[in-house]
């Protein structure tokens, strides 16, 4: 039996014995990709629960579990989980790691000891942000935000949040810095940037944003914590500093943060659509400027989070402007997912399910999101449920979803496994109901009036939140569903061979099922685009042994 | 394996131009009114900066890296031209904001408007 | 990792054989890997001098006041010391390329120095400044009492001590970079022949120098005509 990537590694210092600090060590991408899905998904669950918990609350008016300050903790930690510990890093240091590699046919990333050097200031970041909640002064009560002059106020142990936060940053520049010079120099020969598969133009679009973006959040909350320390002045108004400013500089990142966190998702369901229609990609390039062009756009329309917030009229009209070119390359991307179904042999797989189900929430997330990048409208909608629901339906049903059609697809890939596709589909069901039924009424209570981040509200608003309840229950009953057949899959799965689903790209071309540790027997020489197929069949076919094509 | 001899004056010659236009910057202040000064100020500095960069840091005939250098500059160019020509240019409350009219406002500033300043 | 590294060979349809890039010796992927991190250290400058900008365009006459305060001679001291630190640094990359590993050295040597009369410069000055009353966290920079100086002056007080200072921390690293260089030379690891690490070192020192650059005269010079040299 041939050795797999789960039976030998490379590691970081030495070669240690035990298993455990081979794991500790390791430098091998597969292998710290799943390490932090491990933790990421950890992290997600509290944050779930966290979330759970002020559902209860929520579910009549008045005070019932939980008082107000606790409940604006919580919201603070579920937003501070999701966003730095689980989106953010999310598909890049998951994926990226453990697939992008291997699709472009290298044996690993360019810096593999930064990479589990950057593993570990993830953990290292999280530590702190999770050591805050031990403390006395509690965890930080002021929104993920961390809007002045408020946080600069608050008597909670916010230090400790924004320097988790910027620590993480720096492990998120270094994972797309490693990313860009791999997809650079480590591409497999003939393959030029227009052969890579959609996933690699995802991750690639998605560290520019990484590189260039999250340098400014980051010293935007050393700005903030020196103020709090030395008083500086920058963000305080009784010294003449402008709140306005700090929301500037944290929406410079935090706006292209959430194309950072879209775009590989995207990547994902380019992948997925033409395997399971089983015909070549519609707009190929398209799709991969479209990326290209989000992340770009994406760098100039930060200021639609600030229209309430004093800034000049003439800025807000050209940032309204701006977001709403947001909406042109997404909708290309749309065109060219639902042209490549157009004739071709749709195979509903569980993957497939998620990529669809995608495709109707995220529709409704982001047409949402052009209403509220609408100036008047915004006035009436800004800090509402609804604009709850809409980054809810944009992250969770677009990002989230994406990334769990992700973890079906490449299940097999990863594991050499295969989960119990009939439980897998009714997670998938159970989910796709319970999320429209948790956000959907949050349209509604927002339209009508009903303030995000309050824990108490007006009885009118009880039928919306009750339903959102149901839903919630629904949701988390189908996310466990769903971990449980992974688990099942993983332990008691049937094997497959290395290419289960009939895909073209080069991650399914290994010797061996799980992948052995550097990958490719050979590096193939790739003349051929991504998604080939012929009446429904993968064209490229090669000879696993020596990585030459033999169709 | 490079030419010691032949290099170095590349550097020497560099470091001569960096240490006129040092000089420049002292002169300027009082060729130009305060407010031409600074874009005078940050005009040499772009040009030591560009010195530096082509000769000390090797950029010259690196296409890849300098295109990457020049977007990434132009992204730091659109948020300096969206926050301060198209924002705070045209700050409408600065009557009445308590950050640009702070003489009304708080006692303190007053006083030591009036005081003489340390040297 | 140790060992020789020999570049794989890929092979295409018609016999051809192409060399593999591997992710060992790539020397250019280690200089564009070095190039991309220095584009952070632009941006997160960048957003500095954006705040800087921002302040100065709300209360312009009081960033000249402040900065006529500056001590010039010391400044302008620095400035020259930066320079010829990044000749010192440049000359010693040479070196290390030209294969006199010995004359590398000392270069590195006398960057280090020079790094460190940076930082004692720098902390003469603040000194004068802390003693003048001026320092964060001191009545002057503090709202709402005798002593505090108007808004403008606080926010070019705040930003000036901020981004020296995290200038200053950036010395400090280039310093510890240098000595780690030092060692791995001692043990072999840089060589003529594999140069990487020294390069990136070099190139970090510049990009240090060049932020300096523009510090340099967006603090002291804006306010010199009306301020002479002397300062606090």
């Given at each position: 039996?041939?050795?797999?990537?789960?039976?030998?590694?490379?590691?970081?210092?030495?070669?240690?014995?035990?298993?455990?600090?081979?794991?500790?060590?390791?430098?091998?991408?597969k292998?710290?990709g799943?390490?932090?899905?491990?933790?990421?998904?950890?992290?997600?669950?509290?944050?779930?629960?966290?979330?759970?918990?002020?559902?209860?609350?929520?579910?009549?008016?008045?005070?019932?579990?939980?008082?107000?300050?606790?409940?604006?903790?919580?919201?603070?930690?579920?937003?501070?989980?999701?966003?730095?510990?689980?989106?953010?890093?999310?598909?890049?240091?998951?994926?990226?790691?453990?697939?992008?590699?291997?699709?472009?046919?290298?044996?690993?990333?360019?810096?593999?000891?930064?990479?589990?050097?950057?593993?570990?200031?993830?953990?290292?970041?999280?530590?702190?942000?999770?050591?805050?909640?031990?403390?006395?002064?509690?965890?930080?009560?002021?929104?993920?935000?961390?809007?002045?002059?408020?946080?600069?106020?608050t008597?909670?142990?916010?230090?400790?949040?924004?320097?988790?936060?910027?620590?993480?940053?720096?492990?998120?520049?270094l994972?797309?810095?490693?990313?860009?010079?791999?997809?650079?120099r480590?591409?497999?020969?003939?393959?030029?940037?227009?052969?890579?598969?959609?996933?690699?133009?995802?991750?690639?679009?998605?560290?520019?944003?990484?590189?260039l973006?999250?340098?400014?959040?980051?010293?935007?909350?050393?700005?903030?914590?020196?103020?709090?320390?030395?008083?500086?002045?920058?963000?305080?108004?009784?010294?003449?500093?402008?709140?306005?400013?700090?929301?500037?500089?944290?929406?410079?990142?935090?706006?292209?943060?959430?194309?950072?966190?879209?775009?590989?998702?995207?990547?994902?369901?380019?992948?997925?659509?033409?395997?399971?229609?089983?015909?070549?990609?519609?707009?190929?390039?398209?799709?991969?400027?479209?990326?290209?062009?989000?992340?770009?756009?994406?760098?100039?329309?930060?200021?639609?989070?600030?229209?309430?917030?004093?800034?000049?009229?003439?800025?807000?009209?050209?940032?309204?402007?701006?977001?709403?070119?947001?909406?042109?390359?997404?909708g290309?991307?749309?065109y060219?997912?639902?042209?490549?179904?157009?004739?071709?042999?749709?195979?509903?797989?569980?993957p497939?399910?998620?990529?669809?189900?995608?495709?109707?929430t995220?529709?409704?997330?982001?047409?949402?999101?052009?209403?509220?990048?609408?100036?008047?409208?915004?006035?009436?909608?800004?800090?509402?449920?609804?604009?709850?629901?809409?980054?809810?339906?944009?992250?969770?049903?677009?990002?989230?979803?994406?990334?769990?059609?992700?973890?079906?697809?490449?299940f097999?890939?990863?594991?050499?496994?295969?989960?119990?596709?009939?439980?897998?589909?009714?997670?998938?069901?159970?989910?796709?109901?319970?999320?429209?039924?948790?956000?959907?009424?949050?349209?509604?209570?927002g339209?009508?009036?009903?303030?995000?981040?309050?824990?108490?509200?007006?009885?009118?608003?009880?039928?919306?939140?009750?339903?959102?309840?149901?839903?919630?229950?629904?949701f988390?009953?189908?996310?466990?569903?769903?971990?449980?057949?992974?688990?099942?899959?993983?332990?008691?799965?049937?094997?497959?061979?290395?290419?289960?689903?009939?895909?073209?790209?080069?991650e399914w071309?290994?010797?061996?099922?799980?992948?052995?540790?550097?990958?490719?027997?050979?590096?193939?020489?790739?003349?051929?685009?991504?998604?080939?197929?012929?009446?429904?069949?993968?064209?490229?076919?090669?000879?696993?042994?020596?990585?030459?094509?033999?169709? | 394996?490079?030419?010691?001899?032949?290099?170095?004056?590349?550097?020497?010659?560099?470091?001569?131009?960096?240490?006129?236009?040092?000089?420049?910057?002292?002169?300027?202040?009082?060729?130009?009114?305060?407010?031409?000064?600074?874009?005078?100020?940050?005009?040499?500095?772009?040009?030591?900066?560009?010195?530096?960069?082509?000769?000390?840091?090797?950029?010259?005939?690196?296409?890849?890296?300098?295109?990457?250098?020049?977007?990434?500059?132009?992204?730091?160019?659109?948020?300096f031209?969206?926050?301060?020509?198209?924002?705070?240019?045209?700050?409408?409350?600065?009557?009445?904001?308590?950050?640009?009219?702070?003489?009304?406002?708080?006692?303190?500033?007053?006083?030591?408007?009036?005081?003489?300043?340390?040297? | 990792?140790?060992?020789?590294?020999?570049?794989?060979?890929?092979?295409?349809?018609?016999?051809?054989?192409?060399?593999?890039?591997?992710?060992?010796?790539?020397?250019?992927?280690?200089?564009?890997?070095?190039?991309?991190?220095?584009?952070?250290?632009?941006?997160m400058?960048?957003?500095?001098?954006?705040?800087?900008?921002?302040?100065?365009?709300?209360?312009?006459?009081?960033?000249?006041?402040?900065?006529?305060?500056?001590?010039?001679?010391?400044?302008?001291?620095?400035?020259?010391?930066?320079?010829?630190?990044?000749?010192?640094?440049?000359?010693?990359?040479l070196?290390?390329?030209?294969?006199?590993?010995?004359?590398?050295?000392?270069?590195?040597?006398?960057?280090?120095?020079?790094?460190?009369?940076?930082?004692?410069?720098?902390?003469?000055?603040?000194?004068?400044?802390?003693?003048?009353?001026?320092?964060?966290?001191?009545?002057?920079?503090?709202?709402?009492?005798?002593?505090?100086?108007?808004?403008?002056?606080?926010?070019?007080?705040?930003?000036?001590?901020?981004?020296?200072?995290?200038?200053?921390?950036?010395?400090?690293?280039?310093?510890?970079?240098?000595?780690?260089?030092?060692?791995?030379?001692?043990?072999?690891?840089?060589?003529?022949?594999?140069?990487?690490?020294?390069?990136?070192?070099?190139?970090?020192?510049?990009?240090?120098?060049?932020?300096?650059?523009?510090?340099?005269?967006?603090?002291?010079?804006?306010?010199?005509?009306?301020?002479?040299?002397?300062?606090?």
């Open positions: 039996m041939s050795k797999s990537y789960f039976d030998e590694t490379h590691c970081a210092i030495g070669h240690p014995k035990s298993t455990f600090m081979q794991w500790m060590l390791t430098v091998d991408h292998r710290i799943l390490m932090y899905a491990a933790v990421m998904f950890t992290f997600f669950f509290i944050a779930v629960s966290t979330a759970l918990l002020m559902r209860f609350e929520l579910f009549a008016p008045g005070q019932q579990f939980i008082d107000g300050d606790t409940f604006n903790q919580a919201f603070t930690l579920h937003g501070v989980i999701m966003i730095f510990l689980f989106i953010v890093p999310g598909i890049p240091a998951v994926f990226g790691n453990i697939v992008m590699p291997l699709m472009i046919g290298a044996k690993d990333v360019s810096f593999p000891r930064l990479n589990w050097f950057t593993f570990w200031l993830y953990i290292f970041g999280s530590a702190i942000a999770i050591a805050s909640l031990f403390t006395d002064a509690g965890f930080a009560d002021t929104g993920w935000t961390f809007y002045a002059p408020y946080s600069l106020n008597g909670t142990n916010v230090i400790f949040t924004l320097v988790a936060a910027f620590v993480l940053g720096m492990a998120s520049i994972t797309g810095l490693n990313f860009l010079v791999t997809i650079h480590l591409r497999a020969p003939g393959m030029t940037f227009f052969k890579m598969p959609l996933f690699v133009w995802g991750i690639y679009a998605t560290a520019w944003i990484q590189l973006a999250t340098p400014v959040v980051g010293i935007t909350l050393i700005l903030a914590i020196m103020e709090k320390y030395f008083g500086i002045g920058i963000f305080d108004p009784s010294k003449g500093g402008d709140p306005v400013l700090f929301e500037h500089l944290f929406w410079i990142y935090s706006h292209p943060a959430v194309y950072l966190m879209i775009l590989p998702a995207f990547g994902i369901m380019s992948e997925i659509i033409p395997v399971f229609s089983r015909r070549e990609i519609f707009g190929y390039r398209t799709i991969a400027l479209s990326s290209a062009s989000i992340a770009g756009i994406g760098y100039l329309v930060w200021g639609h989070h600030l229209y309430t917030s004093g800034m000049a009229d003439i800025a807000k009209t050209v940032f309204s402007l701006l977001t709403f070119f947001v909406a042109i390359p997404t290309i991307k749309f060219d997912w639902i042209a490549t179904m157009y004739k071709g042999k749709i195979i509903l797989s569980t497939m399910l998620w990529a669809m189900g995608t495709i109707i995220f529709a409704i997330g982001g047409l949402t999101g052009v209403t509220i990048a609408m100036i008047g409208v915004d006035i009436h909608l800004q800090d509402t449920y609804y604009t709850v629901a809409h980054f809810h339906y944009a992250m969770l049903g677009g990002v989230v979803f994406l990334f769990f059609a992700g973890m079906h697809y490449w097999p890939l990863v594991t050499g496994k295969m989960y119990d596709e009939s439980k897998a589909k009714i997670a998938f069901y159970m989910q796709f109901v319970g999320f429209n039924l948790l956000w959907f009424p949050m349209f509604i209570a339209f009508l009036g009903m303030p995000r981040r309050y824990f108490d509200y007006l009885p009118e608003f009880q039928i919306y939140h009750q339903f959102s309840f149901f839903g919630a229950l629904l988390i009953a189908g996310l466990v569903f769903m971990f449980w057949v992974f688990y099942k899959g993983w332990t008691k799965g049937e094997k497959v061979g290395p290419n289960p689903w009939h895909a073209t790209t080069l071309h290994m010797p061996t099922s799980p992948p052995p540790l550097e990958n490719h027997s050979k590096v193939p020489y790739v003349d051929f685009d991504p998604y080939e197929y012929h009446h429904g069949e993968p064209v490229v076919k090669f000879d696993y042994e020596t990585m030459r094509r033999i169709d | 394996m490079i030419d010691y001899k032949s290099e170095r004056v590349m550097y020497y010659k560099v470091l001569v131009g960096l240490l006129l236009l040092t000089a420049v910057t002292f002169v300027l202040p009082y060729l130009f009114e305060a407010g031409a000064n600074l874009p005078a100020q940050m005009f040499i500095a772009v040009i030591k900066a560009w010195l530096i960069l082509m000769f000390y840091m090797h950029l010259k005939g690196e296409k890849l890296i300098s295109v990457m250098g020049i977007f990434s500059l132009a992204i730091v160019l659109v948020f031209i969206i926050v301060l020509v198209v924002d705070v240019a045209n700050f409408q409350f600065k009557d009445e904001s308590h950050i640009t009219a702070p003489q009304h406002t708080t006692t303190g500033v007053t006083e030591n408007v009036a005081a003489p300043v340390k040297h | 990792m140790a060992h020789e590294y020999i570049p794989e060979i890929s092979t295409d349809r018609d016999g051809n054989e192409h060399v593999v890039q591997g992710w060992q010796d790539d020397f250019y992927g280690g200089k564009l890997g070095f190039w991309l991190f220095m584009f952070t250290e632009v941006l400058f960048g957003a500095m001098f954006l705040v800087l900008t921002y302040y100065n365009m709300l209360h312009p006459a009081d960033f000249v006041t402040a900065s006529a305060s500056l001590n010039r001679f010391l400044g302008g001291t620095n400035t020259v010391i930066l320079l010829v630190s990044a000749l010192t640094m440049g000359l010693s990359l070196k290390m390329r030209a294969g006199d590993v010995k004359g590398a050295k000392l270069m590195i040597w006398a960057t280090i120095i020079l790094a460190l009369m940076f930082l004692s410069i720098k902390a003469v000055e603040w000194t004068a400044e802390y003693n003048h009353g001026v320092f964060l966290g001191l009545d002057a920079l503090q709202s709402g009492n005798a002593h505090s100086k108007p808004f403008g002056e606080i926010l070019f007080f705040g930003m000036y001590f901020t981004m020296t200072g995290i200038h200053g921390f950036h010395i400090i690293i280039g310093i510890g970079l240098m000595v780690w260089l030092l060692k791995r030379i001692n043990a072999g690891k840089v060589s003529p022949e594999h140069h990487i690490l020294h390069w990136n070192i070099a190139l970090y020192w510049d990009i240090v120098h060049l932020i300096w650059v523009f510090v340099f005269p967006y603090f002291y010079m804006i306010g010199a005509a009306s301020g002479g040299t002397g300062g606090h």
